[in-house]
Nanobody, 128 residues
C-alpha cells in the first residue's frame, strides 16, 4: 500500500503558475505509476496526466498539453504537476493517484479505474 499527500494548491490569477506535489509513503514508490486527475464542482473527475514507474513515459490530456508538465523523483518519493498559463477552466480539486499495475509501465493508464490509491486532493483556484 502507498499513501499519497498532495500539496501546492492555491489561488492564482489566470496566466499564473502553480506546482503541485504528491508525496508518497509506504511501499517503494518506483513500483507505482502516478496519475493526476481533477474534479470541478458538479463535474466528473477527469484525467490530467500520467507518468510511468520509471518516469520514461508521460501522457497528458489534450486540454493541458503545452501548459502542464508531469514529473517524478523516485529517490525522493515524490511526483509533481507543473501548471503554467492557468486558465479559469483549470480550477478544480487536483488528485494524485498511484497504481502498481505492471501494464502501466508500458501502456498509458489514463482511466480512474487504473488507479488503486488516491490522495485527498489539493484545491486550485483561478482568480479573475
Amino acid at each position: 500500500q502507498v499513501l499519497l499527500v498532495e500539496s501546492g494548491g492555491g489561488v492564482e490569477p489566470a496566466g499564473g503558475s502553480l506546482r503541485l506535489s504528491c508525496a508518497a509513503s509506504g511501499r517503494a514508490f518506483s513500483n507505482y505509476a502516478v496519475g493526476w486527475f481533477r474534479q470541478a464542482p458538479g463535474e466528473e473527475r477527469e484525467f490530467v496526466a500520467t507518468i510511468n514507474q520509471s518516469g520514461s513515459t508521460t501522457f497528458l490530456a489534450d486540454s493541458v498539453k503545452g501548459r502542464f508538465t508531469i514529473s517524478r523523483d523516485n529517490a525522493a518519493n515524490t511526483a509533481a504537476l507543473q501548471i503554467n498559463n492557468l486558465k479559469p477552466e483549470d480550477a478544480a480539486v487536483y488528485f494524485c493517484a498511484a497504481t502498481d499495475a505492471e501494464r502501466c509501465s508500458v501502456y498509458v493508464c489514463n482511466q480512474r479505474a487504473n488507479y488503486q490509491y488516491w490522495g485527498q486532493g489539493t484545491q486550485v483556484t483561478v482568480s479573475s
